[in-house]
């Protein structure tokens, strides 16, 4: 043994090898096992890692030159490298204070002094959290992913904290936005956040066969991933007709359910299941009652929750469950919001309460003689106030024929037209200023500028078609530059609905008021008939485009039922009857789709005998 001792050592002595050099050697060589073993080399790619370890180094160096604090030098050197992954100790502190502070956390005090992006991650994360509005929620998730994207990420954070918020951008809208990050981090394709990512970008090119391909690729078992998964599938298969195979995708969602996971999708999708597809009263009024009995923090997602209860009832015909969750909104809403927001959902619940005839008359009238407190708010209270006040005064005048009290209606218009210039202008500004990756957002502006501006053009029928064509002229190209195809479909349709039906209505109120055919405003509207008519061609046009470019999939007959009606109201006839047959190959049972559309139907099939 002595002798192998004195071997070593002379070979060591020959070689001029140091005990240390030797072991630092091994160290190295077992360091680089296990980067290659875990496929660790990755890491050493990162900005982050070369920067501290850079730093590590040119410290010991220094110290080790200057023969002084070396000890000192190595611990800090440690804390350098640790902080690689993970924050320093003082973000640590600050972290768990703003569990315990959301005030401080939402107003970001203390921010600057987080510098590691381990520590900034867990920022945000927090941030999100604590957000209870969602709109709040998605601001903070966007400006996550603007600065993310300015930081070294390791693919662990990437899948931690980065994906599962990414959504949001198809979320707001933003859906090239959405694409292009999905590009950027096709590295993590098999991830199942991934995998659900393509299912939507699938959604919005209507394109339902890729959506229940990417599904099945999805190994997730977590219930998160797996009820999502089981959405998606539900829709893609109610999309193409395939009823049968939505029964085991309705019993998962049972399951969880059961479970007590809370899903507001979840409970809006088996409500549509049980009322418009099984048909199923019972199951549906088990549903709701149970809705109703349920207890959300946030008031937005109680509101949405019960929203589905609300629907149910409204199919059913069930006035007196309709009338007891009116009361309990109402007085969740006093309980649970405040400021803007409270006014907010009184002012949305106005028209909902007249719609089900449930004290419309003492409720609306409670808010008309307190408008002024309404209408000195910001435009997202006063116009929101204005609009809905005009669809409510609009359609009592269709239903009763008399209209309100005519001093009030003087009164309020008076007060109407002198806020809606600062609502404009405020409306104006916000749309200046809006990051436009928020699509939604763009169009909820725009659709309330529309309401004060036809209020404004004072039945000048020219100036209403102007201003309508010029908002829906905004919202397509939005939609275009945002790549979302979904919505430019559905704003084609409804401008080329606008446009026809408002001829449509025009028409029928002078066949029964015959004097108005001598108005200027009557006569400069027929002068302008021919250039309209020519536009709403070229946009039914851009349609059928999109129609054939996914060869009149079953998933649309929802737009080739409105093309054969357009084609019909423009009076070509041959044109709404080829629509009109493509849809009634589809084979679509109308019993699943709401009332009006049945009616919508029903005209046209009426029309079609009539050519024949």
């Avoid at 408008?371 to 997202?380: G, V």
């Avoid at 990051?435 to 957002?441: A, G, K, S, V």
């Avoid at 027929?526 to 309209?532: E, L, N, R, T």
């Avoid at 080829?578 to 559309?597: A, C, M």
């Amino acid at each position: 043994m002595q002798q192998i001792i004195d071997i070593v050592q002379r070979l060591m002595e020959e070689l001029d090898v140091t005990v240390l050099g030797l072991l630092c050697g091994a160290f190295i060589f077992i360091l680089g096992v296990i980067i290659s073993q875990y496929k660790l080399e990755k890491c050493f790619h990162h900005r982050r890692v070369w920067s501290r370890l850079a730093v590590s180094l040119g410290l010991l160096i220094l110290a080790v030159c200057m023969n002084s604090y070396v000890e000192a030098t190595l611990v800090f050197s440690l804390l350098v490298c640790l902080t690689i992954f993970l924050p320093l100790p003082h973000e640590l502190l600050i972290i768990y204070y703003y569990k315990s502070h959301l005030d401080d956390l939402d107003k970001g005090k203390y921010r600057g002094w987080l510098v590691t992006t381990s520590a900034k991650l867990r920022f945000y994360a927090l941030r999100i959290k604590a957000c209870h509005d969602e709109v709040d929620r998605q601001n903070v998730q966007v400006e996550f992913l603007d600065e993310a994207k300015k930081w070294d990420l390791f693919d662990y954070e990437y899948k931690q904290y980065y994906l599962p918020h990414l959504d949001v951008l198809f979320k707001i809208g933003a859906v090239k936005a959405f694409e292009s990050e999905c590009v950027r981090l096709s590295r993590f394709k098999d991830n199942s956040y991934m995998l659900c990512f393509q299912t939507y970008l699938a959604h919005n090119a209507f394109d339902y066969e890729k959506m229940v391909e990417y599904e099945s690729k999805n190994t997730d078992t977590s219930d998160e991933s797996q009820l999502v998964s089981l959405l998606n599938l539900l829709c893609a298969y109610e999309a193409s007709g395939e009823k049968e195979k939505m029964k085991p995708i309705v019993a998962k969602l049972l399951e969880y359910k059961k479970k007590g996971i809370i899903h507001i999708e979840m409970y809006r999708d088996l409500m549509h299941y049980y009322d418009e597809i099984l048909c199923d009263k019972v199951a549906g009024d088990r549903l709701a009652d149970e809705i109703v009995k349920m207890k959300l923090a946030r008031f937005g997602d109680f509101l949405n929750l019960l929203d589905v209860a609300f629907m149910h009832y409204r199919r059913e015909g069930n006035q007196t469950k309709i009338n007891t969750l009116l009361d309990k909104i109402l007085s969740d809403n006093d309980l649970m919001q405040h400021g803007e927001n409270q006014l907010i959902t009184r002012i949305k619940l106005m028209y909902v309460i007249f719609d089900n005839g449930y004290k419309w008359q003492e409720y609306s009238f409670k808010l008309f003689f307190d408008r002024e407190r309404y209408l000195k708010c910001s435009y997202r209270v006063g116009a929101l106030f204005v609009k809905e006040s005009l669809r409510l005064i609009r359609d009592v005048n269709a239903l009763t024929g008399k209209g309100l009290q005519q001093n009030l209606l003087s009164d309020m218009f008076v007060d109407f037209s002198r806020n809606c210039e600062r609502y404009l202008s405020e409306i104006d500004s916000d749309l200046a200023t809006l990051d436009e990756r928020f699509l939604y957002r763009y169009i909820s502006l725009l659709m309330l500028k529309q309401e004060l501006l036809k209020f404004m053009a004072d039945d000048d029928l020219v100036l209403v078609r102007k201003n309508n064509d010029e908002i829906f002229e905004r919202i397509r190209a939005r939609c275009e530059h945002n790549g979302n195809q979904r919505e430019l479909l559905h704003f084609l349709v409804v401008q080329i609905d606008d446009i026809l039906s408002m001829n449509k209505q025009i028409l029928d109120y002078v066949s029964a008021n015959k004097q108005f055919t001598l108005s200027q405003k009557f006569i400069d509207y027929k002068s302008h008939w021919d250039a309209y008519l020519n536009y709403a061609e070229n946009l039914i046009c851009d349609v059928v485009k999109i129609l054939q470019s996914r060869n009149y999939d079953k998933s649309l007959a929802y737009y080739v039922l409105y093309t054969a009606y357009f084609y019909n109201l423009i009076g070509n006839g041959k044109r709404s009857v080829f629509f009109l047959s493509q849809f009634e190959r589809y084979g679509v049972d109308l019993k699943n789709w709401t009332v009006p559309i049945q009616d919508l139907y029903a005209k046209i099939a009426i029309s079609k005998t009539s050519k024949i």
